[in-house]
């Protein structure tokens, strides 16, 4: 779910960056999607998959949480990358233009290495929302097995076993830690582009 989040989120932002009216049709869209209770999306993404039929492609319960996870991570990447792939100064942009580059070459050398900054807290922030998006999904849609319903079914042992409950939420816990740990690793990678991260 992180990961096509991730992916969907970037190209919504490159889509907007590129044509201005795109922008102004999707952004206020985009932050209003944040405001449907994901409580009441996750049985509706569950149903609406189960009638979807492509080939012999199945829709299976796992699928319907890693809709609801990547619906929770986009938003921050996705608005990230978009005020990224904006920073770089009017100068900068008009000397590439100068320069004759296009838009490709533009995006590459100039605004992609200026998002950088932008876009690693965002993952991070992703990284997380696709945790609780998760663990919200597997509880909305009674998905078994998963750390939501571990939660659920574990709380009824709150007075007899109080440890019991924390295992699930220590997991969850561990899972968004290591989610962060990835995005930490790759911002090492880009490290030559990270002049000071802004906070998301």
């Known amino acids: 779910g992180w990961v096509v989040g991730v992916t969907g989120g970037m190209l919504l932002a490159l889509a907007m960056q590129r044509l201005r009216v795109v922008e102004w049709a999707v952004l206020p ?13 996750a049985p509706l993404v569950r149903s609406w998959g189960a009638k979807l039929e492509i080939g012999s492609l199945a829709w299976e319960p796992w699928m319907s949480v890693a809709v609801i996870a990547s619906y929770l991570a ?93 295992a699930p939420i220590f997991g969850a816990v561990a899972l968004g830690l290591v989610a962060a740990g990835f995005v930490t690793l790759l911002g090492r990678s880009l490290s030559r582009f990270r002049r000071g991260e802004v906070v998301a």
């Open 29 to 41: 869209l985009v932050v209003l999607s944040q405001t449907v209770p994901l409580i009441a999306l």
């Open 74 to 166: 986009f938003f921050p990447v996705a608005v990230g990358m978009l005020r990224g792939l904006q920073s770089p100064d009017t100068i900068h942009v008009e000397l590439m233009t100068a320069y004759a580059a296009g838009w490709f070459a533009t995006l590459v050398r100039l605004r992609l290495p200026a998002a950088v900054p932008y876009l690693l807290p965002a993952l991070r922030l992703a990284a997380a929302n696709a945790v609780i998006g998760t663990v919200v999904a597997e509880v909305a849609t009674g998905l078994p097995g998963g750390i939501g319903r571990m939660i659920l079914g574990f709380a009824n042992f709150a007075s007899s076993d109080p440890a019991k409950p924390w």
